[in-house]
């Protein structure tokens, strides 16, 4: 069975740092792409960014509203994928999910998703 | 970058009813669209990819239609335990884009 599981979301003062992580179980990580993304009541869903898979390098994309301040990077040893949170922002408060992608680049899978607040 | 319309962002419907959700992308995104139903504080579940194919493990009552700009997502005979949100993604490029969500409440 597919399991994704987040976890790392918290309170963080404006500036500050966070470091999401993102468990799988049930599939090789090294095969998927895996995506993060957001939900905020007022925004609705935002895609965040993208890890390719191993075939693929690993290589990243992200969304505009994130680029230089958000980082993807993964650990297949642990079956993880992580989202390194800089310079934070009020406006990233949201719940924090990642997907399993598929080759036709549809997600399969979403996690339970992470709270993220943003507050002084 | 592609804009997902999705309409409308609310409707009431009884059980038995045939109801349908519109998307509309622009520019046009060909099949690369799907449909998630997502229920209050749980994660979004994938229903329906390549615009009309059926997820593994979701009944056939949830069928999708369209390409190019316009789609929809139909549920043939609402039952109680289809009562959520539904939202549509487009993945054919960067920034993947979603619409707004439909909230279908019980009348």
């Known amino acids: 069975e597919v399991q994704l599981v987040e976890s790392g979301g918290g309170l963080v003062q404006p500036g500050g740092s966070l470091r999401l992580s993102c468990a799988a179980s049930?599939?090789?990580?090294?095969?998927?792409?895996m995506d993060w993304v957001r939900q905020t009541p007022g925004k609705g869903l935002e895609w965040v960014g993208r890890?390719?898979?191993?075939?693929?390098?690993?290589?990243?994309e992200y969304a505009a509203s994130v680029k230089g301040r958000f980082t993807i990077s993964r650990d297949d040893s642990k079956n993880s994928v992580y989202l390194q949170m800089n310079s934070l922002q009020t406006d990233d408060t949201a719940v924090y999910f990642c997907?399993?992608?598929?080759?036709?680049?549809?997600?399969?899978?979403w996690g339970q998703g992470t709270l993220v607040t943003v507050s002084s | 970058d592609i804009q997902m319309t999705q309409s409308p962002s609310s409707l009431s419907a009884s059980v038995g009813d045939r109801v349908t959700i519109t998307c509309r992308a622009s520019?046009?995104?060909?099949?690369?669209l799907a449909w998630f139903q997502q229920k209050p504080g749980k994660a979004p579940k994938s229903l329906i990819y390549?615009?009309?194919s059926l997820q593994s493990g979701v009944p056939s009552k949830f069928s999708g239609s369209g390409s190019g700009t316009d789609f929809t997502l139909t549920i043939s005979s609402l039952q109680p335990e289809d009562f959520a949100t539904y939202f549509c993604?487009?993945?054919?490029?960067?920034?993947?884009?979603f619409g707004g969500g439909t909230k279908v409440e019980i009348k």
């Open positions: 890890s390719r898979n191993k075939a693929n390098s690993y290589t990243t």
């Open positions: 520019p046009g995104i060909s099949k690369s």
């Open positions: 049930g599939f090789t990580l090294s095969d998927h792409y």
């Open positions: 997907a399993r992608v598929s080759s036709n680049y549809y997600y399969l899978d």
């Open positions: 390549a615009a009309s």
């Open positions: 993604q487009q993945y054919a490029s960067y920034p993947l884009s």
